[in-house]
């Protein structure tokens, strides 16, 4: 079972959160604390600016360790908090695939933060908002990614002897309208790949294949690796139609439909 993301956190708008700063700081009066009050919130303000940057900064970073280091900037269980658990996912499928990125370029505009890659395809990072000094939702080149993003529930399947998976989070893009899908394969006792019947197939039956997978070709015995499969124009809601076969002369093959809804 899969479930889509709650926001559990009350959000803000970023710019009204930080219009509280300095000057604009509601006063109280003598003996409610007015000087601790006012102190707390700079603090909170403070962090709440970092805490935007560094977590734009690591997304425009390609690179897991870098993802994984700010994971602490996003509010828990919110929309900024698993679109950058599926940042931190992809960016490890393509490290296991031995594939890597050079890091984009990030800009603040306004309230408004702005990465282009190396290639200069660029995403807008909008409507930002915040629960505490913490990034919760935004928009993603002005589409809400709130019923884009679908995290799994941590269940592992098992697919037959060869090995086991976990879906981590599914993202349907905003600019490319492909649908991601990540996962963490872990193999048994033999060396184990994807096979070529490997495919996704949408709520309304229609099956596809992935325009591209990411990850190890072969997953030798005992191993633990990231994947991610890239399914052209689709979105939430289908299954995916995984299968896994023996890469050595056991001959083991196996199947397992895992639903992304």
């Excluded at 996962?183 to 294949?209: M, V």
């Excluded at 690796?225 to 052209?232: F, G, H, N």
């Amino acid at each position: 079972m899969r479930f889509k993301v709650q926001i559990a956190v009350v959000a803000v708008p970023v710019a009204v959160l930080l219009s509280a700063c300095g000057k604009d700081v509601p006063q109280v009066s003598p003996g409610e604390g007015s000087a601790a009050s006012a102190a707390k919130e700079d603090v909170n303000q403070a962090t709440l600016k970092k805490n935007i940057e560094t977590y734009f900064k690591a997304i425009a970073s390609n690179d897991a360790s870098e993802v994984d280091s700010a994971m602490g900037t996003a509010a828990p269980g919110s929309i900024a908090d698993v679109y950058l658990k599926y940042s931190s996912a992809s960016n490890n499928a393509y490290q296991d695939a031995g594939r890597t990125f050079k890091p984009g370029k990030v800009t603040a505009k306004g309230d408004s933060w702005q990465y282009c890659d190396t290639t200069n395809v660029c995403v807008d990072y909008a409507d930002i908002k915040a629960s505490g000094d913490k990034i919760a939702s935004f928009t993603v080149s002005g589409k809400d990614i709130k019923d884009r993003l679908l995290a799994g529930s941590g269940t592992t399947v098992n697919v037959g002897d060869l090995g086991e998976v976990q879906v981590l989070v599914s993202y349907q893009g905003a600019i490319s309208n492909s649908l991601y899908i990540t996962f963490r394969i872990k193999s048994g006792s033999a060396p184990i790949g994807l096979n070529y019947e490997t495919a996704y197939r949408s709520a309304e039956g229609r099956q596809t294949q992935p325009s591209d997978r990411v990850g190890p070709s072969t997953l030798q015995p005992n191993s633990t690796a990231y994947y991610m499969l890239v399914i052209p124009k689709s979105t939430l809601g289908g299954d995916l139609l995984l299968g896994l076969y023996a890469t050595d002369s056991s001959g083991g093959r196996d199947q397992v439909n895992i639903p992304i809804h």
